[in-house]
């Protein structure tokens, strides 16, 4: 439990001194066993946002795992059904410690080398880009030569502003973000002090449970940056969709939540009500389930100069 103590202190609160968990046996060990366990489930709460047809896209990409550690999320990626994946990682003890999950896992060896193309990649930045940083993670882009970039990031403030410089650099570039921006126009939270997350509830086995309740560690509902991007032009929306950045407090009558929205090739940040008699019952449980980063499909049926009052179309919080 001390070794994952250090790490949560370097991550979070000495992050001058983050690299230095890569160069210690003991710590590179505390990672792999905490880590993995719970981002696999993290990656699956990811995925679930997703249409399913595109899903199934991403699933036959090759997976470029920049920054992989241990290969976490290249193991996540694998459970989940991904066809093939490479970890770029620095760290000696990091790489040898991927290569004996994959021998053990999958009776394979792990690959740590991009070859040449013949799919379709996806890089992915697992808890890596607010390592490297945003100049860095562009060299490892151009580099793959990929089709789809994903931020899977923590949630913080911090890590927030790194996103938006990545998130301007990268439209610069002419990529396509697809998720969780609903157009390509600047961030409108880039006005305010606050950031733009997103939550994922994700539950585990008794005994990951057990660990995350002895280290102090709560990774059952878990705040995340997460982006993606892509090279190819966006498919098109359905009308009136709305992304939710905030979830109020509930009262008796209704559910408030903050959203972005489109709004004349414009992001904009607005306040949503639902009144709780507005939808059938059966539909309860979902919506109360709504998190930040959740999608929505509404219409309008009153707009004041505080919030806008909607309807939900359908049953869903994806899109």
Known sequence: MRAIDEISIAFTKDRANIHKYLNDPRLVSAYTVFYLATNVPKLQAVMEWLTPAFREELLHCELIDVGAGPGTFSIAWRELGGKTSVMLETSKLMREQAAKLFEGM???????????????????????????GVKAG????????????????????????????????????????????????????????????????????AEIERLTQLAHKDRRRLPLTVMMFQRAAMYERSPNLARIVRVKEETKFSHEWQVC???????????????????????????????SGSLIQYETEKETQQSRRIRLIKDTSKE
């Open 138 to 205: 562009l060299e490892y882009i151009r580099e793959a030569n990929a089709d789809y970039v994903w931020l899977i990031e923590p949630g913080t403030k911090d890590v927030f502003k790194m996103a938006l410089e990545f998130r301007r650099e990268m439209l610069r570039l002419n990529w396509k973000i697809n998720y969780p921006c609903l157009g390509m126009s600047a961030c409108p939270m880039e006005k305010t002090d606050d950031w733009c997350h997103q939550y994922v509830d994700v539950r585990h086995d």
């Open 261 to 291: 929205r489109p709004e004349s090739e414009e992001l904009i940040l607005e306040d949503f009500q639902l009144q709780k008699k507005s939808y059938p019952k059966e539909w309860k449980k979902s919506v109360e389930a709504l998190l």
């Open 106 to 132: 999958y009776q394979e060896k792990a690959s740590f080398k991009v070859g040449s193309k013949t799919v379709r990649r996806l890089v992915l930045f697992g808890h890596s880009l607010n390592e490297m």
